[in-house]
């Protein structure tokens, strides 16, 4: 830990020397980061499995009962320092670098699919920040597996998921509508991608729309899932 704690002040101040960004490898170097292994989230889900084992079922405590419209969750690591500083500066400073590597290294331990297709930034929230962080990572996924991207979906603009409470986000169900792209789709194996899974809704209600032109299978690719808080930290 005081590894890490040195080698992100590190980082910060050779980013102010320099006044840029680091390159991604320095970055994940400096962090000593490595994403995690394989087979430690819920593959339903995408929560630690530290957080809460699986069951006969497959699902952990934590979506026990619940029904999703993606398939299963491939990610690289925990929402949590540093890939939560990171997220955060591929959309704050446009670091689209970063959101190609951790694209790639998401391509890298993705299940066979045949299209990509980006969770969608209204284009005005776009223009205003820059960046489409989801199209970006959606993009070095489909180079590194060589396969198109579908922009099959887009956002409505009254839907606006930061500061929205927990409730709100999961009745939230009709953020989406389908472009004219998604009657393509029929019958695709669909990597469905977004930067975090946070409750699950954005992915919930993206995969729902998908699975209204028949595709095979929905494979929702992010780079870091919030885990649960515990209960004892739950203040
Ligand atoms: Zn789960």
């Known amino acids: 830990m005081e590894l890490k704690i040195g080698s992100r002040i590190l980082c910060a101040l050779h980013s102010l020397m320099l006044w840029r960004l680091p390159t991604p490898t320095d970055a994940i170097a400096f962090a000593a980061w490595e994403a995690d292994a394989l087979g430690s989230w819920c593959s339903r ?13 497959g699902a952990c405590a934590e979506c026990r009962g619940r029904q999703f419209a993606y398939h299963a969750v491939t990610r690289l690591g925990s929402y949590h320092d540093p890939l939560d500083v990171w997220v955060r500066m591929i959309k704050s400073r446009g670091w689209k670098a970063m959101a190609e590597h951790l694209g790639m290294m998401l391509a890298a331990r993705a299940p066979p699919v045949d299209i990509v297709v980006p969770v969608p930034m209204h284009r005005i929230r776009r223009e205003v920040r820059g960046i489409d962080h989801a199209g970006e990572l959606a993009r070095a996924i489909a180079v590194a597996l060589d396969v198109p991207v579908c922009y099959a979906l887009t956002q409505k603009l009254a839907a606006r998921q930061m500061g929205a409470s927990r409730t709100a986000r999961l009745l939230n169900t009709q953020r989406f509508q389908l472009s004219r792209a998604a009657s393509s789709l ?24 998908l699975r ?15 885990d649960p808080v515990p209960e004892e930290e739950d203040l």
């Open 45 to 57: 889900c995408g929560v630690s499995l530290r957080c809460s084992a699986t069951g006969a079922d």
């Open 186 to 209: 029929a019958g695709a194996r669909i990597a469905l991608v977004d930067d975090v899974r946070t409750t699950g809704s954005t992915l919930q209600s993206a995969a729902a729309q």
């Open 212 to 226: 209204d032109v028949g595709v095979a299978r929905i494979e929702a690719l992010v780079v870091a899932v919030r």
